[in-house]
Nanobody
Framework: QVQLVESGGGVVQTGGSLRLSCTSS????????MGWFRQAPGKEREGVAR???????SYADSVKGRFTISQDNAKNTLYLQMNSLKPEDIGMYYC??????????????????WGQGTQVTVSS
């Protein structure tokens, strides 16, 4: 079973940057579709960015041009570089993985392995 551990969250000022990491323990991620989600208090979990072996990278409209998803297969780690952070980016950020070459946010929500999350707070 894939175990994912997120890290890199914290408190930053508006306009600041953070890089989140999601590391798999013991499982290679190069044959997985992977994504980052976030959940703000009182709101549903939403997809932020997704990476698969067919469509490549995709992003929510709200983060396009500011966030970048990437993967280091040698380290079994998924990253989310977040720049120009805004207060509306506040939330718990989770990574998810499913063993398939192509997936949607719904696929990850329904069938993915999930980490425990890392909190991102942006002060205005």
């Amino acid at each position: 079973q894939v175990q994912l551990v997120e890290s890199g969250g914290g408190v930053v000022q508006t306009g600041g940057s953070l890089r989140l990491s999601c590391t798999s323990s013991g499982y290679a991620l190069d044959n997985h579709c992977m994504g980052w989600f976030r959940q703000a208090p009182g709101k549903e979990r939403e997809g932020v960015a997704r990476l698969d072996n067919v469509d490549g990278r995709s992003y929510a409209d709200s983060v396009k041009g500011r966030f970048t998803i990437s993967q280091d297969n040698a380290k079994n780690t998924l990253y989310l570089q977040m720049n120009s952070l805004k207060p509306e980016d506040i939330g718990m950020y989770y990574c998810a993985a499913v063993r398939t070459n192509l997936c949607s946010d719904d696929t990850l929500l329904r069938f993915g392995y999930w980490g425990q999350g890392t909190q991102v707070t942006v002060s205005s």
